[in-house]
């Protein structure tokens, strides 16, 4: 089993930046990919950024060039820099755990996600 917490969520005014973090406890060396995803009110779960132990990283299309996803291997913590935020990025932010690498085309999908963070939110106001 592995355990995550994510930390660092909160209110920012837009063109603000956040850095989540989420600490990973357990089995950590059963997992193959970590992402992070994230839930608006009303709204389906999205994937927004994953990254894979050797560090290749893939990124939703809406937070490219804006949000960077980094893992420090050695704290067994990924980080997700969150930078010109938009209110459009408020929501619940989950991070998540893969125990299979699966190729690029599944980075985002929950599906390939086998366990999961309590979430943090973020409040991007205009």
């Known amino acids: 089993q592995v355990q995550l917490v994510e930390s660092g969520g909160g209110s920012v005014q837009a063109g603000g930046s956040l850095r989540l973090s989420c600490a990973a406890s357990?089995?950590?060396?059963?997992?193959?990919?970590m992402g992070w995803f994230r839930q608006a009110p009303g709204k389906e779960r999205e994937g927004v950024a994953s990254?894979?132990?050797?560090?290749?990283?893939y990124y939703a299309d809406s937070v490219k060039g804006r949000f960077t996803i980094s893992q420090d291997n050695a704290k067994n913590t990924v980080y997700l820099q969150m930078n010109s935020l938009k209110p459009e990025d408020t929501s619940m932010y989950y991070c998540?755990?893969?125990?299979?690498?699966?190729?690029?085309?599944?980075?985002?999908?929950?599906?390939?996600?086998?366990?999961w963070g309590q979430g943090t939110e973020v409040t991007v106001s205009s």
């Open positions: 990254i894979t132990r050797s560090g290749s990283t």
């Open positions: 357990g089995a950590t060396y059963t997992t193959s990919r």
């Open positions: 998540a755990a893969a125990k299979h690498l699966y190729g690029d085309h599944w980075a985002l999908s929950e599906s390939t996600y086998n366990y």
